[in-house]
C-alpha cells in the first residue's frame, strides 16, 4: 500500500510571493502522483500529475511540481500566489497496478493581501 | 462535458435513520469511486466500480454502507442505521478506461450531518 504525507496543514503567504507545499509519499512500488486543490464546499480539482518522464510537472494556474525519487517527494510550487489560490491543497499517489489513490490529509493555503 | 454530479448536495438526518446518495458520472467514463472525506483530512477510498461491477471495497465501507451501479451509469451509495460518525463529505469520482483512469474527476460532493 501507499500512503502520504503533507508535511504542513496551514501555509500563509502574502500576495505575490513565492509557496511551496510539500509532500513526501511512501511506496514499495512505483507510483504516480497528483496535485489536487479544493475551495470551499467543492470537489477536488486536479492541478497536476505525474505519470513518467520529465520529473518537472506544469500544471493548471501556474503551479508546478517536482517528482524527487530519492527523496520520495512531490513538492507544488507557484512563483507569485494571487488571492484566489487560497484553498486547501491535497497530494495524492496511486501505484501502477490497483485503483485505489491515497490522500493526504492537506495543505490549507491562505494568500494574505 | 456537464461534470460529475451529486444528490442531494447537503443532507441532515437523525441517528438511526437511513440516507441514499446518488452520483452521475461524465457519461463516457466507465469507472466509478466513492470517498468519505471528513473535517480536516483528505479523502479516503471507499469503493470502485468498473462498469456496473464493484471492483474494490475499503476496510471502512461497514455492513451498513452499500453501493451500486446497476446499469453501469450512476450510482448510489446507501447508509443504513445512520451513526454520528458517519458526518462526513462523500465525494464521487469517475474516470476513463485504462491509462486515462489514472485522472479523476470529482463531483462537489454529498455534505451528510447525522445528529
Known amino acids: 500500500a501507499q500512503s502520504v504525507t503533507q508535511l504542513d496543514s496551514q501555509v500563509p503567504v502574502f500576495e505575490e510571493a513565492p509557496v511551496e507545499l510539500r509532500c513526501n509519499y511512501s511506496s514499495s512500488v512505483s507510483v504516480y502522483l497528483f496535485w489536487y486543490v479544493q475551495y470551499p464546499n467543492q470537489g477536488l480539482q486536479l492541478l497536476l500529475k505525474?505519470?513518467?518522464?520529465?520529473?518537472l510537472v506544469k500544471g493548471i494556474n501556474g503551479f508546478e511540481a517536482e517528482f524527487n525519487k530519492s527523496q520520495t517527494s512531490f513538492h507544488l510550487r507557484k512563483p507569485s500566489v494571487h488571492i484566489s489560490d487560497t484553498a486547501e491543497y491535497f497530494c495524492?499517489?496511486?501505484?501502477?497496478?490497483?485503483?485505489?489513490?491515497?490522500f493526504g490529509t492537506g495543505t490549507s493555503l491562505t494568500v494574505i493581501p | 462535458d456537464t461534470g460529475v454530479s451529486q444528490n442531494p448536495r447537503h443532507k441532515i438526518t437523525k441517528r438511526g435513520q437511513n440516507v441514499t446518495f446518488r452520483c452521475d458520472p461524465i457519461s463516457e467514463h466507465n469507472r466509478l469511486y466513492w470517498y468519505r472525506q471528513t473535517l480536516g483530512q483528505g479523502p479516503e477510498f471507499l469503493t470502485y466500480f468498473q462498469n456496473e461491477a464493484q471492483l474494490e471495497k475499503s476496510r471502512l465501507l461497514s455492513d451498513r454502507f452499500s453501493a451500486e451501479r446497476p446499469k453501469g451509469s450512476f450510482s448510489t451509495l446507501e447508509i443504513q442505521r445512520t451513526e454520528q460518525g458517519d458526518s462526513a463529505m462523500y465525494l464521487c469520482a469517475s474516470s476513463l478506461p485504462r491509462t486515462e483512469s489514472v485522472t479523476q474527476y470529482f463531483g462537489p460532493g454529498t455534505r451528510l450531518l447525522v445528529l
Open positions: 505525474y505519470l513518467s518522464g520529465s520529473t
Open positions: 495524492a499517489v496511486k501505484g501502477l497496478i490497483g485503483n485505489q489513490f491515497y
